[in-house]
């Protein structure tokens, strides 16, 4: 059974880079799309963008220009760094996908979403 | 891309009642489709990562009651849930996947009254 389990520190300074991970245990991190959402506090989910074997990417324009999502395919991790963070990107992180791997489908799979609060 | 629109915002009702929740999904530009076999609803409760409930705007995820259901007609989807039960009082979200974009909508909140 595949699970998920977001790693990072969950306080982060104004205009630093927000740096999380995705750890899958019980399945392969390769051939699968993997997706992060956010959700701020008492707001709705935010996709923020998935990737694929490191070869297709595709973020949220609204956060495009400060957003990258990388694989270590040796650690069986895939992470998310969001960079010049302000207050608003305090959230809930979570990642995500579809057991099966495949692009065309809902997310069957969650991590419990680890909390970062952007503050001085 | 796609914007959807989720109403009522809150839902009050009591516990053997039926909830009918909506689903509007609107492209930005009139060159993008509307899939209406990407469709997802979730069930967030507080503290909690959202659990997919139904996919493809009509099939049920592995080990949903099915006292949930999906239906679409054109590009409008709805989620019922025929009778109430306690642990259903939550947040419902709907979603468009297997697009450019992966949306969500702004939730109906299903509440005691």
């Known amino acids: 059974q595949v699970q998920l389990q977001e790693s990072g520190p969950g306080l982060v300074k104004p205009s630093e880079t927000l740096s999380l991970t995705c750890t899958v245990s019980?399945?392969?991190?390769?051939?699968?799309?993997w997706s992060w959402i956010r959700q701020p506090p008492g707001k709705a989910l935010e996709w923020i963008g998935y990737?694929?074997?490191?070869?297709?990417?595709k973020y949220n324009p609204s956060l495009e220009s400060r957003v990258t999502m990388s694989v270590d395919t040796s650690k069986n991790q895939f992470s998310l760094r969001l960079n010049s963070v302000t207050a608003a990107d305090t959230a809930v992180y979570f990642c995500?996908?579809?057991?099966?791997?495949?692009?065309?489908?809902?997310?069957?799979?969650w991590g419990q979403g680890t909390k970062v609060i952007v503050s001085s | 891309e796609i914007v959807l629109r989720q109403s009522p915002a809150t839902l009050s009702l009591s516990p053997g009642e039926r909830a009918t929740l909506a689903c509007r999904a609107s492209p930005t530009m009139n060159t993008t489709y509307v899939s209406t076999f990407h469709l997802a609803w979730y069930q967030q409760k507080l503290g909690q990562a959202p659990r997919l409930l139904i996919y493809?705007?009509?099939n049920r995820a592995t080990g949903i009651p099915d006292r949930f259901s999906g239906s679409v007609s054109g590009t409008n989807f709805t989620l019922t849930i025929s009778r109430l039960e306690p642990e259903d009082f939550a947040v419902y979200y709907c979603?468009?996947?297997?697009?450019?974009?992966?949306?969500f909508g702004p939730g109906t909140t299903v509440d005691i009254k």
């Open positions: 990737f694929y074997d490191s070869e297709s990417t």
């Open positions: 019980g399945g392969s991190i390769t051939r699968h799309y």
């Open positions: 493809g705007a009509s």
């Open positions: 995500a996908s579809p057991s099966s791997g495949s692009f065309f489908d809902a997310f069957d799979l």
């Open positions: 979603q468009h996947y297997g697009s450019t974009l992966f949306t």
